[in-house]
């Protein structure tokens, strides 16, 4: 069972629950998945003890944040965000969508929860993205919620045998007016 | 029920090692038949593999950048029939070995080759390694035959470099080189239907006054 309602989309079908540990295993499933890590540009096997660790290392910090979002209470995906900067009111925010549920509107509603939390919640005044080149279904996602591609960083990562660009996004607290989807 | 696939073959793919996979590289670890290829020449208790485990397999620091897998046939989803690893990669040589030991019940000339080319197109295409490196008993004619299948070259021998079973034996070296991994006809660099380089107006390098540059050309 994942974890308890965090926040909800007014309709109530999306949720953001805290990422805990019975949540290991569904991560594991999805993130290993060659088609999910390629984007991800995760490139090592991440075990079930290893995605527990991990967890416990880096994503309990008090610099991160991190949300499985649900439909209503099954996991479809994972939202987080890190580097949380309070002086200068910065994050830097990711999230994917298990394949099995994409084309469902998961990761802009999903991803969205979490926005209006960084902005109402945290108080921040901007968020970062970054999205590799051959990625298109999130930079649609990002551009959706009203991110603006600010930059690229030209042959940035390595991607089965050859170079790809990565994209940046940004997102000011004053152009975001929620997202209605 | 062996992890998730990370790395999906033509007859087998690379799984996730679970801490249920341990029986099984213990079982093979200690096999009087196949314990020869790598390991030493010494019982691996449960205390070893465990620390293997915590060491190798389950660790998190990305700066060893070895990997350890279960090797499932695709016929065959549940059955775990082997291990297969990456290990001891330099940098910044760019290089790393790999040996996949299969269990005598599940040995199949496919699965270990299969293995062996999963194993090198992961180093090379997603490591970026220039180098895989392999190593084999002068006297293991599969797995010798594995590695040449995929293209691996014979490079030096070590003489008389182990003791198995009562005798000296020699060891054999064999590379493969990512300019012939990529050089082999079906050897895609890149992600399928997707060619790297987006476009000059997607990275908005483009001059709004050339107009030589439209959205989508590549």
């Keep these: 069972m994942p974890g308890p309602v965090f926040r909800a989309t007014d309709d109530r079908t999306v949720t953001l629950r805290p990422r805990q540990a019975e949540d290991h295993e569904f991560v594991r499933d999805v993130t290993n998945r060659p088609d999910v890590r390629r984007l991800l540009r995760s490139v090592s096997p991440k075990n079930q003890q290893a995605v527990a660790d991990g967890y416990e290392e880096h994503a309990e910090g008090d610099d991160g944040v991190n949300f499985c979002i649900c439909a209503p209470e099954d996991p479809v995906g994972h939202v987080g965000m890190w580097r949380i900067d309070h002086v200068n009111a910065t994050a830097w925010l990711g999230a994917w969508i298990d394949p099995d549920h994409h084309g469902e509107g998961y990761a802009p509603r999903g991803t969205a929860l979490a926005v209006d939390y960084a902005f109402e919640e945290l108080d921040l005044h901007r968020l970062n993205t970054a999205v590799f080149e051959p990625n ?16 690229v960083q030209r042959e940035a990562m390595f991607i089965e045998g050859d170079w790809y660009d990565t994209f940046q996004y940004g997102l000011l607290r004053r152009e975001w007016d929620g997202y209605d989807g | 029920m062996p992890g998730p696939v990370f790395r999906r073959g033509e007859r087998v793919a690379l799984h996730t090692l679970e801490r249920e996979d341990l029986d099984l590289v213990a079982r093979l670890r200690n096999d009087p038949e196949l314990r020869w290829g790598l390991c030493p020449a010494t019982p691996e208790s449960d205390v070893t593999i465990e ?23 695709r016929g065959d989803p549940d059955v775990a029939a082997g291990y297969a690893s990456l290990f001891d990669v330099q940098r910044p040589a760019g290089h790393g070995e790999i040996a996949v030991t299969i269990a005598p019940e599940h040995q199949d000339h496919g699965h270990v080759t299969d293995a062996v080319r999963e194993l090198v197109a992961y180093g090379i295409e997603e490591l970026r390694l220039n180098k895989i490196r392999g190593r084999a008993l002068a006297t293991d004619g599969r797995w010798r035959a594995a590695l040449e299948d995929v293209g691996f070259r014979l490079g030096e021998t070590r003489r008389e470099a182990r003791r198995v079973d009562g005798e000296h034996v020699d060891v054999v070296s064999y590379s493969l080189l990512a300019d012939d991994w990529f050089d082999r006809e079906d050897t895609v660099r890149g992600l399928p239907g997707r060619p790297p380089g987006a476009t000059a107006a997607e990275r908005g390098l483009d001059d709004p006054d050339s107009g030589a540059v439209d959205g989508g050309e590549r």
């Design chain 2, 51 to 73: 620390r293997w485990f915590e060491d190798r397999v389950a660790e998190t620091d990305a700066s060893d950048e070895g990997a350890q897998f279960v090797v499932v046939p």
């Design chain 1, 136 to 151: 298109r279904p999130s930079q649609r996602v990002m551009e959706k919620l009203g991110f603006t591609r600010e930059g």
